[in-house]
C-alpha cells in the first residue's frame, strides 16, 4: 500500500556555499520568487543528529523558501556544519542529483544561459526511445550544482500509449 494521502512533490531541499550569490542566480538565471526566510537553527542537545542527520553542534544559519514557475517550490540552506562540507556530490555518486527546469525554446533558453556566462555543458542533447521528442541540456550554478533544461512541446514518444502521463510543468492540470 502506497504513502497515504500522497499529492506529490512540494519541494527541493539543497545546501548552498553563499545565500546572497544562490538567490542572485535563482532569481535572476531562472526566474525564482523569494517567499520567506527562517532564521538560525541551532541545538545544544541530539536534536540535528536525530532530526537532520548531521553533526549535533552543526548551525542552519538561514533558509530561505522560492516558488519556481509552475514546479516544486526550493528550500536552500546555509550551514555552518561542525565536522565540515563534502564537496560536491556527481551524478554517477550515491546521492548525486541535478534540478530539471522545463523550457518551451531549448534554444533561446540556452542562448540565454550562455550570455549570462553559465557553465552550459555541452550542446543540446536529441532523446530518443520512449523519450523521443525531448531535448535537454546540463548546465551549473556557481557553487557547482547540476541542473537540466530540458524541453519536448510536441511531447514525448512514450506518450502516444501510456494510461499515466508524467507530470507537465507547462500543463500542471492535466
Not at 494521502?5 to 553563499?18: E, N, S, Y
Not at 540552506?77 to 548525486?96: L, T, V
Amino acid at each position: 500500500m502506497p504513502l497515504p494521502g500522497m499529492q506529490g512533490a512540494d519541494h527541493i531541499g539543497f545546501t548552498v556555499p553563499d545565500l546572497d550569490e544562490a538567490e542572485r542566480w535563482l532569481v535572476d538565471i531562472l526566474g525564482a520568487v523569494p517567499v520567506y526566510t527562517l532564521g538560525a537553527k541551532r541545538a545544544d542537545d541530539d536534536w540535528m543528529t536525530v532530526h537532520l542527520g548531521v553533526h549535533p553542534r552543526t548551525v542552519i544559519d538561514e533558509i530561505r523558501f522560492y516558488r519556481l514557475g509552475n514546479g516544486t517550490n526550493l528550500e536552500v540552506f546555509a550551514y555552518d556544519s561542525a565536522d565540515g562540507q563534502a564537496p560536491q556530490p556527481r551524478n554517477s555518486d550515491i546521492g548525486g542529483h541535478h534540478i530539471a527546469i522545463y523550457v518551451d525554446d531549448m534554444d533561446e533558453a540556452a542562448r540565454f544561459l550562455r550570455d549570462k556566462g553559465v557553465d552550459v555543458m555541452g550542446e543540446p542533447v536529441t532523446s530518443a526511445g520512449a523519450s523521443a521528442g525531448q531535448r535537454w541540456l546540463y548546465f551549473r550554478s556557481p557553487w557547482g550544482m547540476q541542473f537540466e533544461l530540458v524541453s519536448f512541446p510536441a511531447g514525448k514518444a512514450y506518450e502516444a500509449e501510456a494510461t499515466t502521463l508524467l507530470w507537465h510543468p507547462a500543463n500542471p492540470a492535466a
